[in-house]
Nanobody, 120 residues
């Protein structure tokens, strides 16, 4: 599976961005998908995950109520809608495919990352 993330950019605090991650290869709907991020000087952290059929999701506490993960298996794409963005959301965001989990070790395939910068 190859993953291509897009949609990052520069936005003012309080604004919104929508990230997309397009997957190529077979059996997208057999993978749990996740969005992770790494801010400068910080460890990579899980942002949101979604199960294979989209029936289950989980979120980092600090993004609950602001971010929404979704997927369209017909389009082999997973999305991350980010609203009410804060400066602390600034990071490189990565999508990953693997087993539905909050742990990065469960994800086998990773996209290249897309930069999100929130100005205050």
């Amino acid at each position: 599976v190859q993953l291509q993330a897009s949609g990052g950019g520069l936005v003012q605090a309080g604004g919104s961005l929508s990230l997309s991650c397009a997957a190529s290869g077979r059996a997208f709907n057999t993978y749990g998908m996740g969005w992770f991020r790494r801010a400068p000087g910080k460890e990579r952290e899980i942002v949101a995950t979604i199960s294979r059929n989209g029936g289950y999701t989980s979120y980092l506490d600090s993004v609950k109520g602001r971010f929404t993960i979704s997927r369209d298996n017909a389009k082999n794409t997973v999305y991350l809608q980010m609203n009410s963005l804060k400066s602390e959301d600034t990071a490189v965001y990565y999508c990953a495919a693997g087993i539905f989990s909050r742990y990065s070790s469960a994800y086998r395939y990773w996209g290249q990352g897309t930069q999100v910068t929130v100005s205050s």
